[in-house]
């Protein structure tokens, strides 16, 4: 399933230009347009998710996927070793902006916890 005006679903199939920094048939990973550490990617489901909590237990096999590219996108950029978050963000507190799954893959710099 797509969203037709979905942003994230453009850029999936390329109808928008992105950062690619991985793509598979289930997902695709972009560099943030906005980045809040030197390396930030998001990882994304071809599939249009709304987000977590529009997740079904249908969807348990490709979000293990997601995890396990947000995982292999890290070791691509280099931050097994210094350190990295993977970050998912669902509804107004948690400041979600765009109401298509993604996992932020966050790195390159001393992050702070709790989060702000
Ligand atoms: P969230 O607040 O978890 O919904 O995060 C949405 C993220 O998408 C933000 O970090 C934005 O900077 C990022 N973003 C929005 N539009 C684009 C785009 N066209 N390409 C790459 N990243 C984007
Ligand atoms: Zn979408």
Redesign the pocket.
């Given at each position: 399933m797509v969203s037709k005006n979905c942003?994230?679903c453009k850029?999936a199939r390329g109808e928008?230009?992105?950062?690619m920094v991985y793509e598979d048939d289930d997902c695709v990973a972009?560099?943030?347009?906005?980045?809040?550490a030197p390396t930030?990617v998001?990882v994304i489901p071809r599939k249009h998710i709304e987000?977590l909590a529009e997740t079904e237990p249908e969807d348990q096999e490709l979000l293990g996927k997601l995890v396990a590219v947000a995982a292999r996108v890290a070791e691509q950029e280099d931050l097994v070793e210094s350190g990295y978050r993977v970050?998912?963000?669902w509804g107004e507190d948690?400041?979600?902006?765009?109401?298509h799954l993604?996992l932020?893959v966050l790195g390159g710099r001393k992050m702070s916890w709790p989060p702000g």
């Open positions: 942003i994230f850029i928008i230009p992105g950062d972009f560099r943030d347009i906005n980045p809040q930030h998001l987000g970050v998912i963000n948690a400041g979600m902006a765009v109401p993604h932020h």
